[in-house]
């Protein structure tokens, strides 16, 4: 599971909205947990948990680089 984690975060960083990251992150934890899952015949299973463990390291490697964008213009206002 660490591994489709660490897969579907990094694949997320390809978009650029939070939709994007986010399937993008779900796409990639799918494949890595179905390649993992199916070692024990439950690629269905695992392709399922990896989405899900994509689609929230998507979600939140968006929000880290929100956040890092949102303090980049306060630096630039000042």
């Known amino acids: 599971m660490l591994v489709a984690a660490v897969a579907a975060t990094l694949a997320a960083g390809c978009g650029g909205t939070t939709a994007s990251r986010t399937t993008t992150g779900a796409a990639a934890g799918a494949a890595a947990g179905a390649a993992i899952g199916s070692t024990s ?38």
């Open 41 to 78: 015949a439950n690629a269905g299973k695992g392709a399922m948990i990896g989405a899900a463990a994509g689609a929230l390291g998507g979600y939140a490697y968006d929000q880290h680089q929100k956040q890092k964008e949102r303090e980049a213009r306060e630096r630039y206002d000042d």
